[in-house]
């Protein structure tokens, strides 16, 4: 079975543009989370979606959104690029919202904004 | 003060060798243990996952959780150049929004 997918795998932007990132969760899973993980620091968590729904927000600005489409696949959009969003965007899935249910990831997105 | 602390390493150890990578956290709230490896250019791969205190093995593979000094541990055993990687633990509050918070990352290279 395929695991998470994501793409693009690589992306590059300039300050003030705008990005969408798109991941394919493993076959039967529902719920996905999205995490931005910058270089030598550990994932730090930005949303998690189930059945469509937002079920979870972590502490990022606005410029963050993302939805979920009926087929489980998700989108990660950013605004307004700064610098500091370089980071590689980490997708996950699992099959439900339940905390017992663990969460596997895709390969990322590498975000480069110059 | 983090809510996850992880020794980033690097941590550089002879093929064979038992290596040891741990955690320490500051909430009791946590709940669900779990350590992740990554290589270079990879997503984070789950190899264990454990809710209570007490050692859970998997192949090489042993994790640790002692809630009570709130301090977990994974164990490598028989350490092989294919297990050089970053080792990121994990954890998550119970019934929360599947957010994991997790550590920095410790650094490992197993020299042949």
């Known amino acids: 079975d395929a695991g998470v997918t994501q793409s693009p795998t690589h992306l590059i932007k300039t300050r003030g543009q705008q990005v969408t990132l798109r991941c394919s969760p493993i076959s039967g899973h529902k719920s996905v989370s999205w995490y931005q993980q910058v270089l030598g620091q550990g994932p730090q968590f930005i949303f998690q979606y189930y059945e469509k729904e937002e079920r979870g927000r972590g502490n990022f600005p606005d410029r963050f959104s993302a939805r979920q489409f009926p087929n489980y696949s998700s989108e990660l959009n950013v605004n307004a690029l700064l610098l500091g969003d370089s980071a590689l965007y980490l997708c996950?899935?699992?099959?439900?919202?339940?905390?017992?249910?663990?969460?596997?990831f895709g390969d990322g997105t590498r975000l480069s904004i110059l | 003060q983090k809510e996850v602390e992880q020794d980033p390493g690097p941590l550089s150890v002879p093929e064979g060798a038992i290596v040891s990578l741990n955690c320490t956290y500051s909430n009791s709230a946590f709940q669900y243990f779990m350590w992740y490896r990554q290589y270079s250019r990879k997503g984070p791969e789950l190899l264990m996952y454990t809710y209570s205190s007490g050692n859970k093995e998997d192949g090489r593979f042993t994790a640790q959780v002692d809630k009570s000094s709130k301090y977990i541990s994974l164990f490598i055993r028989d350490s092989q150049p294919s297990d050089s990687a970053t080792y990121l633990c994990?954890?998550?509050?119970?019934?929360?929004?599947?957010?994991?918070?997790f550590g920095s990352g410790t650094q490992l290279t197993v020299l042949p």
């Open positions: 996950a899935s699992s099959t439900g919202f339940l905390s017992n249910q663990p969460q596997h």
């Open positions: 994990a954890l998550e509050y119970s019934g929360s929004a599947r957010q994991l918070t």
